[in-house]
């Protein structure tokens, strides 16, 4: 995937490359520890939780819940500019990991229709993960 100059993405290196590419097929992909059984976001080499190298990739159920987010109305980078205002949030996967996230659809660059703890369901824009209120 060419990124060109963005800053919604980070830079995709060999390890990152199937977290990716599963972003652009509409898979959202963690990673789970073969040691302690936890799943963690952002991807990483290592469990954040014991620090095994015994992790994986596994298959998100995409279903998650609005943990906190904020309305942005001014951003000059692309390609933020032209999208705002919009939600930038951080989301519960039901799996259990906090992740960074933007909320679309529904309730977009608003805000009042969002809550904490909201159901939502993740949905792809140029091959990232984004969430929308679930149907």
């Known amino acids: 995937m060419e990124l060109g100059n963005r800053f919604d993405v980070p830079e995709v290196d060999a390890f990152t490359r199937a977290y990716w590419d599963a972003a652009a097929g509409g898979r959202l992909l963690i990673r789970r520890c073969g040691a302690c059984a936890r799943a963690h976001h952002y991807p990483r080499e290592f469990c954040p939780h014991c620090w095994s190298e015994d ?5 998100a159920s995409g279903r998650a819940t609005l ?9 000059d980078l692309p390609p933020f500019g032209g999208r705002t205002p919009y939600v930038a949030a951080v989301v519960d996967l039901a ?3 906090r992740m960074s996230t933007e909320i679309v659809g529904e309730g977009e660059g608003a805000g ?3 809550r904490a703890g909201l159901e939502l369901a993740v949905a792809f824009r140029d091959g990232v993960p984004v969430f929308r209120p679930a149907p």
């Open 112 to 114: 009042p229709e969002l």
């Open 55 to 59: 992790v994986t990739w596994e298959d």
């Open 67 to 75: 943990y906190t987010w904020s309305v942005v109305h001014r951003n």
């Open 95 to 97: 799996e259990g990991p």
